[in-house]
């Protein structure tokens, strides 16, 4: 069960880990996916041979939240000669996820319940996270209590998760698909020091507005360094007026949103990826610039706070402080930018650990849960 982001490959609506995900599990056993307001209609497709059927959502009133349960629960109990599924695994604490418990308990079945975002945070000054409504709260709780297992991709989530009264029972990372986002062995990691790029859709939480006032105090430092920023504009092109306020538009790159194969491409050969994120429950693209031998600098959150914390570091992570961050992050990435040797080790670290947890190995860990659990019913 998930939230949207399966389209077929080439569709504008995908969520990268749940495509390889979907990609790996289908090869060698049968998989629904039940695509929880993917589209305004119903519908139906194939994904890497899965069946996905998409159910609408509507106005996500009470009467449409108990109506997609139902629907939900019918579909789940549809299989062949009127077979259950051996386990059904649901994506976010939110819809999707209360109708995967709801429906696994219905039918006799166990459950991996996701935790994959910020169900539980709430940032008021940003309006963010389902924890700051009564009703996306009772929803959380109530799909976490019937989950056979609950799953999170970083010690950082299960942190978070433990904090807001929730539980955890295993710590599963989502991997990069390395057919995508490899390099060469004997080849060189990082061909540009000065050059810093980021990843993810514009928007509050991701916060780049912090990381353009981190770079505007960092290229005092270090006049040569450049940022590309990827992912679609959510605000309007509210930080593009920002970088032309700041001057630094001979700096800054804004690609927009591009094609998931291009992505690799815009990535390969940065010094930094840096991260200025207010709360993330991975995020994916830390373990993919590792997988190309790329370190991660950023805010102490989800990987970046993990692979900070490994015995031999694999990334650097500030903490936000009073003044949001700023100040911290451009720090942190003079000195790792001007650390050659250290910038160049923190990225073989980050090449091992992406390697090591890669999607094959994401799929292998959920496909050994979903057994043992099966086994256990």
């Known amino acids: 069960m998930v939230p949207g982001g399966v389209d077929p490959p080439g569709g504008s609506r995908v969520i990268p880990f749940l495509h390889d995900l979907v990609e790996r599990l289908a090869a060698d056993h049968h998989v629904k996916v039940v695509a929880v307001g993917h589209d305004p209609a119903p519908g139906s497709w194939r994904l890497f041979g899965a069946e996905v059927v998409n159910v ?3 106005r996500h009133s009470r009467s449409d939240v108990a109506r997609v349960v139902c629907e939900v629960t019918a579909l789940v109990g549809g299989g062949a000669r009127g077979t259950r599924p051996d386990v059904v695994h649901g994506w976010w604490a939110t819809l999707p996820g209360l109708a995967a418990t709801v429906a696994a308990r219905r039918h006799r079945t166990p459950s991996v319940l996701s935790i994959a975002g ?3 945070a709430w940032l008021p000054d940003i309006a963010y996270g389902g924890g700051g409504s009564r009703g996306t709260r009772a929803m959380a709780r109530t799909a976490i209590g019937l989950a ?4 999170v991709a970083t010690e950082w989530m299960r942190a978070h998760v433990l904090g807001a009264g929730g539980r ?3 710590v599963v990372p ?6 995508r986002w490899a390099i060469a062995d004997g080849a060189a990691a990082s061909t540009d020091p000065l050059r810093l790029v980021h990843v993810g859709s514009a928007n509050r939480v991701k ?3 912090m990381l353009l006032h981190a770079l505007d105090l960092a290229r005092r430092e270090e006049p040569g360094l450049r940022l590309d ?5 959510t605000l309007d092109g509210e930080h593009d007026r920002l970088v032309s306020r700041l001057g630094l538009g001979d700096l800054v790159r804004s690609h927009g949103l591009v094609a998931r194969d291009a992505v690799p491409a815009l990535v390969r050969g940065a010094g930094l990826h840096v991260v200025s994120s207010r709360h993330e429950a991975g995020p994916l693209a830390v373990v993919e610039a590792g997988a190309l031998g790329i370190p991660t600098v950023g805010t102490s959150v989800g990987h970046v706070a993990d692979l900070a914390a490994l015995p031999a570091p694999a990334a650097v992570a500030i903490e936000r402080g009073s003044d949001g961050g700023a100040a911290a992050l451009a720090a942190a990435i003079v000195e790792t930018v001007r650390d050659e040797p250290g910038r160049l080790a923190l990225g073989e670290r980050a090449l091992h650990w992406s390697r090591w947890h890669d999607a094959d190995h994401t799929a292998r860990s959920f496909e050994f849960i979903h057994r043992r659990l099966r086994r256990a019913r």
């Open 56 to 58: 609408p959502v509507g």
């Open 118 to 120: 910020g169900e539980l």
């Open 148 to 151: 056979t297992s609950v799953t």
């Open 168 to 170: 955890v029972d295993e």
């Open 174 to 179: 989502l991997g990069a698909d390395l057919r």
């Open 207 to 209: 916060d780049q507005t």
């Open 229 to 233: 920023l990827v992912g679609l504009d």
